[in-house]
Nanobody, 115 residues
Framework: QVQLVESGGGVVQPGGSLRLSCTASGFPFTTYWMYWLRQTPGKGLEMVSW????????RYHTAVEGRFTISRDNAKQAIYLQMNNLNPDDTAVYYCARDEKGYVRGQGTQVTVFA
């Protein structure tokens, strides 16, 4: 059974930081590119960042480039998203996903940024 479990969300002030984690099980993790997606009320899923199987290739949405860093630990079957200099536009539910459309994703973790 495929499972993706996110953690690390919370409430922070603008300029603050959070580190999201996602642990995976039930599929050959090391063979999949992995994704962080986010969703705000009334909007669809937005791809935030993705990382290749070995971690050498990383890509970011322009809105987060330079502030967010994706990483993975294949031995732990986990991916991470370090989010720095957060702003209110980053407020969303963040999902760890196995595909860019989010067909296979976790339950999400809420990130709220406000003063």
């Amino acid at each position: 059974q495929v499972q993706l479990v996110e953690s690390g969300g919370g409430v922070v002030q603008p300029g603050g930081s959070l580190r999201l984690s996602c642990t995976a099980s039930g599929f050959p993790f090391t063979t999949y590119w992995m994704y962080w997606l986010r969703q705000t009320p009334g909007k669809g899923l937005e791809m935030v960042s993705w990382i290749s199987t070995g971690g050498a290739t990383k890509r970011y949405h322009t809105a987060v480039e330079g502030r967010f860093t994706i990483s993975r630990d294949n031995a732990k079957q986990a991916i991470y998203l370090q989010m720095n200099n957060l702003n209110p536009d980053d407020t969303a539910v963040y999902y760890c996903a196995r595909d860019e459309k989010g067909y296979v994703r976790g339950q999400g973790t809420q990130v709220t940024v406000f003063a």
